[in-house]
């Protein structure tokens, strides 16, 4: 098993910056590929950005491509998703997630997640 916790959500203004953390416990953190996912009010989980479990092949979903950056710290078994440059429509609830497969994938290829984080941005 392995737990993820995020922080680090919150909210903020169109333009704005936010960092969120997912902290990893029980099994090798190393082991997994990484994932970060959102869901908005009346919409289906979608993944953001992705990366392998040695922090390399970064995938971005469109939308956030130039402004979102994925990384991970295996030291410290934590990921990050730094987001910049806001938009209102980055407003949901974001998911850090692991997986023992591809981590370019959808949810179902995904095997641990976290609780989830809000994320609001004002316009």
């Known amino acids: 098993q392995v737990q993820l916790v995020e922080s680090g959500g919150g909210l903020v203004q169109a333009g704005g910056s936010l960092r969120l953390s997912c902290a990893a416990s029980g099994r090798t953190f190393s082991n997994y590929g990484m994932g970060w996912f959102r869901q908005a009010p009346g919409k289906e989980r979608e993944l953001v950005a992705a990366?392998?479990?040695?922090?390399?092949?970064?995938y971005y979903r469109n939308s956030v491509k130039g402004r979102f950056t994925i990384n991970r710290d295996n030291a410290k078994n934590t990921g990050f998703l730094e987001m910049t440059s806001l938009k209102p429509e980055d407003t949901a609830v974001y998911f850090c997630?692991?997986?023992?497969?591809?981590?370019?994938?959808?949810?179902?290829?995904?095997?641990?997640w976290g609780q989830g984080i809000q994320v609001t941005v004002s316009s």
């Open positions: 990366i392998s479990w040695n922090g390399g092949s970064p």
């Open positions: 997630a692991a997986t023992n497969g591809y981590h370019v994938a959808g949810e179902g290829a995904y095997d641990y």
